[in-house]
């Protein structure tokens, strides 16, 4: 495990990276790589070290962008990408080296989510139809959540390995993206107070 992950991060931005991503891993719960529940506490204290860094830094003119601190405020995407997220299923399709299409390359291999292929099209148009209802507000989860137009409800492969179906959500993403918001919201606050 690398729970300690602000220090990788800070450490790119010491080599002069300015656009840094760095995803936490999704395993099953016997993993031993896996992120579980009692991690999360170590977790949310290593977003707000690299919160309060990425303030210091930006202060100093040595500021980067850490891809899930990005969140825009007054804009923002589309109401359709705000409502159902990344668009697996929909707008682009995984296609495997033998040409079968998947809602999205999680999802290869998982032959109830095979959908066609590049010889005779899209034969299962209903778990295109899934896709395409699958949002915010078909989730029970994400209804009354803070954060659901920001995370778009999560992602489906997630869902399905958790949970057996594409509508519902992976609990400890959820947690870790209403963290990654809150401080989102605080880095920018903090650098418009300066800006007054």
Same mark, same amino acid.
């Given at each position: 495990?690398?729970?300690? /992950?602000?220090?990788? *991060?800070?450490?790119?931005?010491?080599?002069?990276?300015?656009?840094?991503?760095?995803?936490? *891993?999704?395993?099953?719960?016997?993993?031993?790589?896996? =992120?579980?529940?009692?991690?999360?506490?170590? =977790?949310?204290?290593?977003?707000?070290?690299?919160?309060?860094?990425?303030?210091?830094?930006? &202060?100093?003119?040595?500021?980067?962008?850490?891809?899930? /601190?990005?969140?825009?405020? !007054?804009?923002?995407?589309?109401?359709?990408? &705000?409502?159902?997220?990344?668009?697996?299923? !929909?707008?682009?399709?995984?296609? !495997?080296?033998?040409?079968?299409?998947?809602?999205?390359?999680?999802? *290869?291999?998982?032959?109830?989510?095979?959908?066609?292929?590049?010889?005779?099209?899209?034969?299962?148009?209903? =778990?295109?139809?899934?896709?395409?209802?699958?949002?915010?507000?078909?989730?029970?989860?994400?209804?009354?959540?803070?954060?659901? /137009?920001?995370?778009?409800?999560?992602?489906?492969?997630?869902?399905?390995? /958790?949970?057996?179906?594409?509508?519902?959500?992976?609990?400890?993403?959820?947690?870790?993206?209403?963290?990654? *918001?809150?401080?989102?919201?605080?880095?920018?606050?903090?650098?418009?107070?300066?800006?007054?």
């Amino acid at each position: 495990k690398n729970l300690d /992950f602000s220090n990788d *991060v800070l450490h790119l931005a010491d080599l002069g990276f300015k656009q840094i991503s760095m995803e936490p *891993v999704v395993g099953l719960p016997e993993e031993p790589y896996a =992120i579980r529940e009692e991690d999360l506490p170590q =977790i949310f204290e290593e977003y707000d070290r690299l919160a309060r860094e990425m303030i210091r830094r930006d &202060r100093e003119g040595k500021g980067f962008n850490f891809f899930h /601190f990005m969140i825009d405020l !007054t804009g923002g995407p589309c109401v359709a990408k &705000r409502l159902s997220g990344c668009g697996s299923g !929909t707008e682009y399709l995984a296609v !495997t080296p033998w040409g079968d299409l998947y809602p999205c390359h999680q999802f *290869v291999g998982e032959e109830k989510f095979l959908m066609g292929n590049v010889f005779d099209g899209i034969k299962r148009l209903d =778990i295109v139809d899934d896709f395409r209802q699958c949002n915010v507000y078909t989730k029970d989860k994400c209804r009354e959540c803070f954060a659901r /137009f920001y995370c778009s409800g999560g992602c489906a492969a997630n869902s399905y390995k /958790f949970h057996g179906s594409i509508d519902d959500a992976y609990d400890l993403s959820c947690e870790m993206e209403r963290k990654r *918001v809150e401080c989102a919201i605080m880095i920018q606050a903090a650098l418009a107070q300066e800006g007054e």
